[in-house]
């Protein structure tokens, strides 16, 4: 600082009292920042994949599923009878069809969610898996990571991606999906084993216990303590990620195997509801720790698990539940296009 080169008989005084009085503003200035992010509210964005809302019935597992979090929030099940607001608590249908025959797939849909475009109708069809090369530059330009971050607000994506994941995508035996695209695009930082063990990211699987059944190392916890961790998160950030394929992989009846080489067959019906059980665990988690203003958002990409005679997705809408102290900047919400858009407004509104 300019006062140290100050040649004076008083110039250590001085500097000593510079010194002292700058001290005492930055440590001002960081309270006060600490003080404004504590008060920032926060979006807890939950992506379960294959998802659809359906009436309740027979055909629907999701009608007697263990979902005493989800029961308790809707007064029943997660079915289409629950369609409505109450204090708190939002459940609507969202269209995924997008306006395109077919049914819808996971890499138009998940890209739809993440950009608030209608890439269904720009590719001319619904993609499954992972987004058409051709919208994947859309998909990093303009994804609510990109829009928010560029807007100065702070996004965790919350799944941890070990070694063995880097290694598959360079070996070409996975391809990336649609919020792997959208985080680079956006730089977000991809959380790792060491944030998975320091109790700041969850794998995708919610639990580790797959994880561990394939070979990895994961620790495993409960579904309920995964919930907690990312209601922490949020504390530090404006908008926290995280998404899981538990539940379309049940759908498809490929869930029992990958969690233990040793487990029965299991019914679809019955890998529905493991699936449910720990998605909702992990809504309760959430709900036990997020702070009064924080909001929950939970909605998927495509049906699948609501109906066990589709034998492949669905046509079905898909679920927007919305729990926390605001939920009507969600009501007017039809289509998973709109999601994108809605969740950037509220997570911008939140330093307004």
């Not at 969610?113 to 051709?134: E, F």
């Not at 759908?251 to 909702?280: F, K, N, T, W, Y």
Request: hydrophobic content about 45%; charged content about 20%.
């Amino acid at each position: 600082m300019f006062i140290y080169e100050r040649q004076s008989i008083h110039g250590d005084a001085l500097a000593v009292k510079f010194a002292s009085c700058f001290r005492l503003l930055y440590t001002a200035c960081a309270h006060l920042l600490l003080l404004s992010r504590s008060q920032v509210v926060s979006i807890l964005f939950l992506f379960v994949d294959g998802v659809g809302l359906a009436p309740e019935g027979p055909d629907n597992p999701l009608s007697d599923a263990p979902t005493p979090a989800i029961r308790s929030l809707l007064n029943g099940a997660l079915t289409i009878e629950r369609v409505g607001a109450s204090s708190g608590v939002l459940l609507r249908p969202l269209d995924a069809t997008m306006g395109v025959t077919g049914l819808p797939q996971s890499g138009t849909g998940q890209t739809a969610l993440l950009t608030g475009v209608n890439v269904a109708a720009i590719h001319g069809r619904h993609q499954p898996h992972v987004p058409p090369v051709a919208l994947r530059p859309l998909l990093m330009e303009r994804s609510i990571f990109r829009r928010l971050t560029e807007g100065g607000r702070r996004v965790a994506f919350a799944n941890a991606f070990g070694a063995r994941y880097w290694e598959a995508l360079a070996a070409r035996r996975l391809r990336r999906s649609a919020s792997v695209i959208a985080a680079e695009g956006a730089g977000v930082r991809f959380r790792n084993d060491t944030d998975l063990r320091a109790g700041s990211a969850l794998t995708w699987d919610i639990t580790g216990e797959m994880i561990r059944a394939s070979g990895g190392d994961a620790p495993i916890i409960s579904a309920r303590a995964a919930g907690a961790r990312l209601a922490r998160l949020a504390a530090r950030y404006d908008l926290v990620f995280f998404e899981t394929f538990i539940t379309d992989l049940a759908g498809h009846g490929r869930l029992a195997h990958m969690v233990s080489s040793d487990q029965p067959s299991l019914a679809v019906s019955e890998q529905i509801h493991m699936a449910m059980e720990r998605v909702d665990g992990l809504i309760a988690g959430v709900i036990d720790t997020m702070r009064s203003g924080d909001t929950l958002l939970l909605t998927s990409d495509h049906g699948n698990i609501e109906s066990l005679t589709a034998k492949t997705h669905t046509c079905n809408p898909t679920p927007l539940l919305v729990i926390g102290r605001d939920t009507s900047r969600f009501e007017h919400l039809i289509s998973i296009v709109q999601v994108a858009d809605a969740v950037v407004a509220a997570a911008q509104e939140s330093l307004a």
